[in-house]
T-cell receptor
Framework: GAGVSQSPSNKVTEKGKDVELRCDPI?????LYWYRQSLGQGLEFLIY????????KSGLPSDRFSAERTGGSVSTLTIQRTQQEDSAVYLC??????????????FGEGSWLTVV | GNSVTQMEGPVTLSEEAFLTINCTYT??????LFWYVQYPGEGLQLLLK?????DKGSNKGFEATYRKETTSFHLEKGSVQVSDSAVYFC???????????FGKGTLLTVNP
């Protein structure tokens, strides 16, 4: 597609359930990111993929969070046993090359997760 | 470490007013600096960028100059429009060539 596509756009889940968030990056972009945007907290880096590998997963807040990327394209962020503090907008982004320097990073519109 | 501190909002201006949103940063290495904008109901978009000291990024009437001596990248626009109402994020790439560190965002509302 023309831009970074994320699904679902909105998800309401019960505390303790697992959720999967999907990201379809711009075709040909090798670098993919997940960020989390919480109210009043700005954007928090979660994980960076280059191809199918994740050389930096330092931002994942706990072992309930995991992400994978297959075929150098689609990525899935999984949150197990969701907690209310996981409620946020989860943003996916992609870029060509190795990343930020000199390259424009394109963001999706986000998946708004609410844990009740 | 890498961090960004930007002016807290919300900022409310009248149309045609002058805008400044302050941003300072700390970074290891030689960062690139960016301003991203999030319009209501839309995803984040790159507004402008500067990749080295003294560079000036500009777009849509907005400007920001990379000041290494003051570690600043303040966003300015001479005459804001209602359509500029959005959340603005100052961002730096730190010493990394792949990861962006974001400020908390500044909500700008421009009234007619």
């Amino acid at each position: 597609g023309a831009g970074v596509s994320q699904s679902p756009s909105n998800k309401v889940t019960e505390k303790g359930k697992d959720v999967e968030l999907r990201c379809d990056p711009i075709s040909g972009h090798t670098a993919l990111y997940w960020y989390r945007q919480s109210l009043g907290q700005g954007l928090e880096f979660l994980i960076y993929f280059q191809g199918n590998s994740a050389p930096d997963k330092s931002g994942l807040p706990s072992d309930r969070f995991s992400a994978e990327r297959t075929g150098g394209s689609v990525s899935t962020l999984t949150i197990q046993r969701t907690q209310q503090e996981d409620s946020a907008v989860y943003l996916c982004a992609s870029t060509s090359g190795t990343g930020a320097f000199g390259n424009t990073i394109y963001f999706g519109e986000g998946s708004w997760l609410t844990v009740v | 470490g890498n961090s960004v501190t930007q002016m807290e909002g919300p900022v409310t201006l009248s149309e045609e007013a002058f805008l400044t949103i302050n941003c300072t940063y700390t970074a290891t290495g030689y960062p690139s600096l960016f301003w991203y904008v999030q319009y209501p109901g839309e995803g984040l978009q790159l507004l402008l960028k500067a990749t080295k000291a003294d560079d000036k990024g500009s777009n849509k009437g907005f400007e920001a100059t990379y000041r290494k001596e003051t570690t600043s990248f303040h966003l300015e626009k001479g005459s804001v429009q209602v359509s500029d109402s959005a959340v603005y994020f100052c961002t730096n790439s730190g010493g990394s060539n792949y990861k962006l560190t974001f400020g908390k965002g500044t909500l700008l509302t421009v009234n007619p």
